[in-house]
C-alpha cells in the first residue's frame, strides 16, 4: 500500500515541496519502474504535474531514454514510456520520439513494445509515422497484419497516418502475393488482400482500412477488388464483417 501513499502524496502535495520527495528516486528509477508497485509511482511522476515539475524530473526521464530497448519490452516499462509521450513538454517528447525511432522494427512485433509504436504513430510526428510505414512495407503488410501484436500497430497507423500514408499501404494490398505468402486454395495471382480477409488478425486491418481510407482510386480500386470476389469471401469465417461492410 505504500505505493498509494507516495502516489497520493506527489498529487497533493505543495509544490515547494515536491523537489524533496523526488530526489528520493535519483538512483532507484529502473528498480521502481520494473516493480509490479513501484512502476505506478513512476509513471505518476510523469502525468499530471509533469509541466510543472519541468526539469526537476529530467533525471526519471533520462533514466528512462538511456534504457528504451529494454523498458520498451518490459510489461511495466513499456506504460512509463506511454506516459512519456502523452504528458511530457514538447522538447522530452522528442527527445523519447528519437529515441524509440532507433529501434522501432524490433518493437513493432514485441508484446509490450508495440504499445509504444502505437503511442508513437499518435502522438508523435510526421516522420516517425514514415519510419513505421516504411518498416510494415519493407517486411510486407501481409506478413505484418498476420502477426498478433504488428496487426495493432498496422491499424494504428492507418488511423493515424495521413491520406498519402494510408493509401500507400491500400497500394500494397491490392499487390499480388508471392508464392511464398500464398495459402492453398487461393489460387495463384491472389491479392494480398484477399489473403489478408480470411486471417483471424489481417481481417481487422481490412476492417480499419475500408473504416479509414478517404475516398479516392485506391479506396475504389480496394471495394472493388474485394466486392469482385464476395462469392468467396462469404465462405470465409474471419471475413465476415468485410462482407457485411461492402453489402451496407
Known amino acids: 500500500y505504500g505505493c498509494r501513499v507516495v502516489q497520493k502524496a506527489m498529487e497533493t502535495l505543495d509544490e515547494a515541496d515536491l523537489p524533496d520527495l523526488l530526489s528520493e528516486f535519483r538512483h532507484h528509477v529502473l528498480d521502481c519502474i520494473r516493480d509490479q508497485n513501484g512502476n505506478h509511482v513512476s509513471r505518476g511522476g510523469n502525468d499530471a504535474r509533469a509541466e510543472f515539475l519541468g526539469s526537476q524530473i529530467d533525471?526519471?526521464?533520462?533514466?528512462?531514454?538511456?534504457h528504451v530497448l529494454d523498458l520498451s519490452c518490459h510489461t511495466y516499462g513499456c506504460r512509463v514510456l506511454q506516459r512519456i509521450l502523452e504528458h511530457c513538454v514538447e522538447s522530452k517528447k522528442a527527445q523519447a520520439l528519437d529515441e524509440i525511432s532507433r529501434c522501432h522494427q524490433k518493437?513493432?512485433?514485441d508484446q509490450f513494445g508495440n504499445y509504444v509504436i502505437q503511442h508513437v504513430l499518435q502522438y508523435g510526428r510526421h516522420n516517425d509515422r514514415e519510419s513505421v510505414m516504411h518498416i510494415v512495407i519493407r517486411q510486407g503488410i501481409l506478413r505484418m497484419s498476420q502477426q498478433k501484436f504488428a496487426s495493432n500497430?498496422?491499424?494504428k497507423l492507418l488511423k493515424y497516418g495521413t491520406s498519402s500514408q494510408r493509401n500507400a499501404l491500400v497500394r500494397e494490398m491490392l499487390r499480388?502475393?508471392?508464392?511464398?505468402?500464398?495459402?492453398?486454395?487461393t489460387g495463384d495471382g491472389a491479392s494480398v488482400?484477399?489473403?489478408?480477409?480470411?486471417d483471424q488478425y489481417?481481417?481487422?486491418?481490412?476492417?480499419?482500412t475500408l473504416d479509414?481510407?478517404?475516398e479516392g482510386e485506391e479506396k475504389a480500386l480496394l471495394r472493388e477488388e474485394l466486392i469482385s470476389h464476395l462469392p468467396q469471401l462469404r465462405n470465409y469465417t474471419f471475413a465476415k464483417h468485410i462482407v457485411a461492410k461492402l453489402s451496407s
Open 59 to 66: 533525471f526519471i526521464i533520462d533514466d528512462v531514454l538511456s
Open 107 to 109: 518493437l513493432l512485433d
Open 153 to 155: 500497430v498496422v491499424e
Open 176 to 185: 499480388t502475393a508471392d508464392a511464398a505468402s500464398a495459402i492453398p486454395g
Open 193 to 198: 488482400v484477399l489473403l489478408m480477409v480470411r
Open 202 to 208: 489481417a481481417n481487422y486491418v481490412v476492417q480499419t
Open 212 to 214: 479509414v481510407v478517404p
